[in-house]
């Protein structure tokens, strides 16, 4: 009977040891993520594995070249080449070859952009140059986050694979001097690459601008709708070329449109007609129609602090309210903190403080944003959740321990194996 007893004891124990342990706290293989590093003397990096490995012990198999923190921080200290060896709580191991070079460092790796639209299937050189001149070693090296999105080869040449987002990573021959460009990949249309943005303005036969009505534009393979906004404004983007019919809608539910019209994008020449109360209208349009009325653009918020990893969406304010927004070229003044795209979305990369700055097309309004990026908090809570989580594990243990054992005392009494308890009272004096 005991044995029983303690056979399913161990068996609930083991079940409810193995279930409470998160799948990524549970792990046999440990890697870099890269194999090779190439530094000069003075200069450090900042070794990371891959997934969510731990390493208990980093070490150097040349300090004299290379020394290594327990972090992981690696200082290049003479020309030569050295092994880092990474070991977790497991003893497993990865091992990093660094080459510490000889010669003058670059400084800088200047790209011709930090972010770049593209299409699904074109291609795109990016030009990068390393500066100073004086430097030896001009050599970079390419690489993308994401290959599902866009490929970079050896020469620059980057090659839009699907819809996405992915980062270019340059390189100089030290990994501690690099630059990133962040691509967007959109779909490809089906008119051909050539679209165009359509800002528009919904007045009535009175002269009314109409607000909260809905703009419908149809073409062969696209179906597009928008709403307009308080001061009658609506927009379409990336219209493609080609022929559209669209009509104007009360309401989202309304069957029957108050309005239809056709519309064709030949290039840049776009001509709109539209039939009202069975007469013929026709619609003037204007690329830049708006923007030159615009005063002053402000950002909805002039200093963030993100987390490793995570975005932020920047939205804009322009003066006066029924003006066009103009476009916002965003750049960061350290990429490797912290990029930017075309969109305004904001990816915070790695720790530190940089500043971006949002810049109309004309160079008039200029309006900057600190941004501060913080490490994650993610694996410091799963850590805690896991201590948790075992303490009260060893608690369940030792109550189920201390129990089990009273339970066994009391039966080995009540057979004559024990002798009775002492009766608890006052000793005689």
């Not at 800088?108 to 990068?128: I, K, N, P, R, Y």
């Not at 070693?137 to 970079?152: F, G, I, M, Q």
């Not at 779909?187 to 601008?209: M, T």
Request: charge should be neutral; charged fraction near 20%; include cysteine.
């Amino acid at each position: 009977m005991k044995k029983r007893i303690l056979s399913v004891f161990t068996a609930v124990i083991l079940m409810m040891c193995v279930f409470s342990i998160p799948a990524y706290a549970v792990g046999d293989v440990i890697d870099f993520t890269r194999d090779s590093i190439g530094l000069y003397p003075q200069q450090s990096y900042q070794l990371s594995l891959k997934a969510n490995a731990d390493a208990a012990e980093y070490k150097s198999s040349d300090p004299g070249i290379v020394s290594v923190s327990d972090s992981g921080m690696l200082q290049a200290v003479h020309p030569g080449t050295s092994i880092i060896t990474a070991t977790d709580k497991k003893g497993n191991q990865a091992t990093c070859t660094v080459i510490v070079r000889d010669g003058k460092s670059p400084e800088s790796v200047v790209l011709e952009t930090q972010s770049l639209e593209m299409t699904e299937g074109e291609s795109h050189f990016l030009s990068a140059s390393v500066l100073p001149d004086d430097v030896e070693d001009t050599r970079v090296y390419y690489s993308s986050s994401d290959t599902d999105v866009a490929k970079v080869d050896k020469n620059g040449i980057i090659k839009a694979a699907k819809a996405g987002v992915t980062v270019i990573t340059v390189e100089s021959a030290s990994a501690a001097v690099s630059s990133k460009c962040m691509v967007k990949v959109n779909p490809k249309q089906g008119h051909g690459s050539f679209n165009v943005s359509i800002y528009g303005v919904l007045y009535s036969i009175a002269g009314d601008r109409k607000a909260n009505m809905v703009v419908e534009l149809n073409g062969e393979s696209d179906n597009i709708r928008t709403t307009t906004d308080h001061n009658g404004n609506f927009y379409f983007d990336s219209v493609t070329q080609g022929s559209y019919t669209f009509n104007i809608y009360k309401t989202l539910q309304s069957k029957k449109p108050t309005a239809s019209g056709t519309l064709k994008v030949d290039g840049y020449d776009i001509t709109m007609s539209c039939i009202i109360n069975g007469s013929e209208v026709v619609i003037l349009y204007q690329s830049d129609a708006g923007t030159e009325n615009v005063k002053d653009v402000t950002l909805e918020k002039n200093n963030i602090t993100l987390e490793e990893g995570s975005s932020y969406d920047m939205s804009f304010k322009v003066k006066p309210s029924d003006a066009i927004l103009p476009v916002m070229n965003g750049v960061s003044e350290n990429p490797q903190i912290a990029m930017v795209d075309i969109d305004g979305r904001i990816t915070a990369l790695n720790e530190g403080t940089t500043v971006i700055t949002f810049t109309t097309s004309d160079g008039k309004i200029s309006r900057a944003c600190k941004v501060t990026v913080v490490s994650s908090t993610r694996n410091t809570y799963s850590w805690i959740i896991i201590i948790l989580e075992s303490a009260i594990i060893i608690l369940l243990i030792l109550m189920f321990t201390i129990s089990y054992r009273r339970f066994l005392r009391n039966k080995e009494r009540e057979e004559g194996l024990l002798p009775p308890a002492p009766k608890k009272g006052r000793r005689a004096k």
